[in-house]
């Protein structure tokens, strides 16, 4: 059995999705050598692109894990399952592929993950516009952006990025949709009427973060060693991460409540006030460094298809507070402190909720919730590599 497995796409975009194929990439592999089945993960990639984010997903990585790689370059998808008798087909980001590869033509079966459909609910629900209208020049990069992509391609870009998805699940019987959480179940059936019984829902797997010792970032080793109590916000350089808001409410909540306390952004690019620490996007070991030792995560999103860093601070018993929209009640369940990301307000009333006195309760509930969602994610990986691996298998190659 050969599997043509999606490794194009963590070429191009770091972030959920990248890691989500990773960790599923590592659990196939490990699978599959612990199998008796003769199975073969072939990595499809665009080796003219010589971009490789995850450096244990290169091709030098790859084959001395003993990866055959089929390069996508001057190739199609109809070809390669031809030329390499491929039996399936794993897609690690659907609603990325549907704009570059000709995913219509694919004939064998395929298990295709859609992780979440941000750009039809932007489109549908007008946030980034309201999101960028502070922001002149941000807003008018943005509309200029939209006009462009609108009318610049013959492609199905923007929100129509699923139609080709669509064809490929009505032409293609043994297709299988699975997506990160219900939310993303019922957008997908909204925006596209696809039938909900094709459609699974597998949680996303606990991604892997290595954790050592020594922290390299040395302003981040100077917060921790100095024992500072931190609210941490991540991907702080994203609109869709909500950054604004929260940094401009944190400064009221200090000057007016609790003056010792320092807000750590990722990613963000200026200091707004002296108890603003930035830090530039940290390695695997110093996030895992970074999310270990804060007071609390502060998870302000405007839309999650499932949403790795609250977890990830459960984990470590840390309160969470947040955003009450889109997947993210569905995932973290009672454990946070809710707000609404609209309102600078309710940011406030959810930082005067978190104090001394009712910490350990918030923290108890994130490790209770952690443990529920990790045995989740644990049980979903497993199901998700059955499926990879299990028939039918191409109409042409069957024995």
């Known amino acids: 059995m050969k599997i043509l497995f999606d490794l194009y796409t963590p070429q191009f975009f770091v972030g959920g999705a990248g890691e989500y194929i990773r960790t599923v990439f590592y659990e196939l592999i490990k699978t599959c050598n612990e199998s008796q089945k003769d199975i073969q993960v072939v990595a499809l990639m665009d080796l003219s692109v010589k971009k490789y984010p995850y450096p244990d997903l290169s091709p030098i990585s790859l084959r001395n894990l003993n990866i055959n790689i089929v390069d996508i370059h001057n190739n199609t998808l109809k070809d390669i399952i031809k030329t390499n008798s491929i039996d399936k087909i794993f897609i690690g980001a659907a609603q990325y592929w549907g704009m570059r590869l000709d995913v219509e ?8 993950v ?8 932007f489109a549908t629900s007008h946030i980034k516009d309201y ?16 006009i462009w992509r609108k009318y610049s391609f013959h ?4 929100c129509k990025r699923m139609t080709p998805i669509r064809t490929l699940m009505e032409n293609n019987p043994h297709c299988t949709l699975v997506t990160v959480s219900e939310y993303s179940k019922i957008s997908i059936i ?28 040395k302003i981040l080793s100077h917060i921790i060693s100095s024992n ?30 609790e003056k010792d306390a320092y807000i750590v952004t990722v990613g963000y690019p200026k200091s707004r006030y002296p108890q603003h620490i930035i830090l530039p996007y940290l390695s695997e070991s110093d996030l895992g460094q970074a999310i270990s030792h804060c007071y609390a995560l502060i998870f302000p999103s405007v ?22 929209v889109t997947s993210i009640p569905e995932v973290l369940g009672d454990a946070p402190i809710y707000f609404s990301p609209l309102y600078e ?6 930082l005067t909720i978190l104090n001394e006195e009712n910490y350990k309760y918030y923290s108890q509930k994130s490790s209770r919730r952690y443990d529920v969602i990790s045995q989740r994610q644990k049980s979903d990986l497993i199901k998700l590599i059955n499926l990879i691996l299990s028939t039918p298998l191409c109409a042409t190659h069957k024995k």
């Not at 999101?131 to 939209?146: A, D, P, R, V």
Request: net charge positive; glycine share 4%; with cysteine.
């Open 105 to 112: 033509n694919i004939s064998c079966p395929v298990v295709c």
């Open 114 to 121: 859609v992780h979440d459909l941000m750009d039809e609910e």
């Open 131 to 146: 999101l960028l209208l502070g922001k002149w020049k941000s807003f008018i990069h943005f509309q200029i952006g939209e």
């Open 155 to 158: 492609h199905n870009l923007g």
């Open 190 to 217: 909204y925006h596209y009427n696809l039938p909900k019984e094709r459609i699974l829902v597998r949680y996303s797997p606990e991604r892997r973060m290595l954790i050592n010792d020594n922290i390299e970032n």
């Open 228 to 257: 500072k109590k931190y609210y941490l916000l991540l991907n702080a350089n994203r609109f869709t991460k909500n950054p604004d808001k929260v940094i401009s409410t944190f400064e009221k909540y200090i000057n007016n409540i």
């Open 303 to 324: 839309f999650e298809g499932f949403g790795y860093p609250p977890i990830e601070a459960m984990k470590y018993g840390k309160p969470v507070l947040a955003s009450n």
């Open 345 to 350: 307000s309710d940011i406030y009333k959810a």
